[in-house]
């Protein structure tokens, strides 16, 4: 962590007012391309610790944003753009090549929702699995129990093993785990294109209800009227840069190529 973040932690606790929540600071990332070179080649390279980029494509461009605590930010782009590159490097399940990702507080990603599960095991044990996995407890999971398996509307199954599960009882059940965590900061990424219609919309109001609990939220998603109703700031992101960041109406003009 660094200096200046730690001395807005500190200053946002003493007086009481929000502070950053999630700060992304000049970050690169580069991914590797598809090469035919050899092994041996790859490995001596490594060996001498090359920086040359000619085999890798730059997926991000020295981007930087923050995002304060109880804020609601859409994060949008063109597919390849590097929307979910950067949802991902602030979850921490990447790591930028350039740059800082500072986040604070307990950070739940709906990002590969349900990742965790085991089709072995029943929907219990899984729950009690992918709640430790996200960073809860066994007593808050006891204690969260009963509302995670109501939510998921999958009743009775919750004690069959999961790979007896249809694809729509499985993403019930994983959202509603995530979305049940005791957390600070919310990172979502098209979730919400599973499932059935009224799950979604379920899945919606309980989005609109965390958001409205003071859950800093950072949502990657397609759908204009989605963001326009959970969120009043959008990031736009258009081959690996911040093109706009700002309220949500004219980031989704700036989207579509009306601003």
Avoid at 89 to 102: I, M, N
């Amino acid at each position: 962590m660094t200096d200046s973040f730690h001395s807005a932690t500190v200053a946002a606790a003493s007086s009481h007012t929000p502070g950053p929540a999630i700060i992304v600071d000049h970050v690169s990332k580069w991914f590797n391309k598809r090469s035919t070179q050899s092994l041996r080649i790859a490995f001596i390279d490594m060996l001498k610790r090359k920086k040359d980029r000619g085999g890798q494509f730059q997926a991000l461009n020295d981007i930087s944003f923050t995002i304060g605590e109880g804020e609601c930010v859409a994060v949008m782009g063109l597919n390849g753009s590097g929307k979910s590159t950067t949802l991902k490097l602030v979850s921490g399940v990447l790591r930028p090549d350039e740059g800082q990702v500072l986040t604070r507080g307990r950070v739940a990603g709906l990002i590969e929702v349900g990742a965790g599960f085991n089709p072995e095991l029943t929907g219990r044990e899984n729950v009690f699995l992918n709640a430790a996995i996200l960073g809860m407890s066994e007593k808050e999971t006891k204690e969260r129990f009963d509302e995670i398996v109501e939510f998921s509307g999958i009743g009775d199954f919750i004690e069959q093993e999961v790979k007896h599960y249809s694809s729509g009882m499985f993403m019930r059940l994983a959202f509603s785990v995530a979305i049940h965590v005791n957390l600070d900061v919310l990172l979502v990424d098209e979730v919400l294109s599973v499932g059935d219609a009224p799950f979604r919309a379920k899945c919606n109001a309980k989005l609109k209800e965390l958001a409205g609990s003071g859950i800093t939220m950072m949502i990657v998603s397609h759908s204009a009227g989605q963001v326009k109703e959970l969120c009043s700031r959008g990031i736009v992101i258009r081959k690996g840069s911040v093109i706009f960041d700002g309220p949500i109406d004219e980031a989704l003009a700036r989207l579509e190529g009306r601003g």
